[in-house]
Nanobody
Framework: QVQLVESGGGLVQPGGSLRLSCAAS????????MGWYRQAPGKERELVAA???????YYSDPVKGRFTLFRDSAKITVSLQMNSLKPEDTAVYYC?????????WGKGTLVTVSS
């Protein structure tokens, strides 16, 4: 089994920055398949950024150029650096690990972008 723990959420003003981290433990041996999703009230959960099963990095169009993934394979941790934050980035951000047809989720961390 896999356990995922997010950290780093909080309140930030528009234009500010936050860094989220996802620490994984259990039966995970690669960062491939890890990603970040977000869900705003009344909206569907959407993929933000991910490391694909092939080891490629993906960013969704709304965050491309503003968000960056960082990898720490030794600690089995993926961080998401979020810059130039906008109010529409407000959401609960979830860490995800997809492997062997299963999705593992963290509990989420709330990011609020507001003045």
């Amino acid at each position: 089994q896999v356990q995922l723990v997010e950290s780093g959420g909080g309140l930030v003003q528009p234009g500010g920055s936050l860094r989220l981290s996802c620490a994984a433990s259990g039966r995970i041996f690669s960062l491939n398949g890890m990603g970040w999703y977000r869900q705003a009230p009344g909206k569907e959960r959407e993929l933000v950024a991910a490391i694909t099963s092939g080891g490629k990095t993906y960013y969704s169009d709304p965050v491309k150029g503003r968000f960056t993934l960082f990898r720490d394979s030794a600690k089995i941790t993926v961080s998401l650096q979020m810059n130039s934050l906008k109010p529409e980035d407000t959401a609960v951000y979830y860490c995800n690990y997809a492997w062997n047809g299963m999705d593992y989720w963290g509990k989420g961390t709330l990011v609020t972008v507001s003045s």
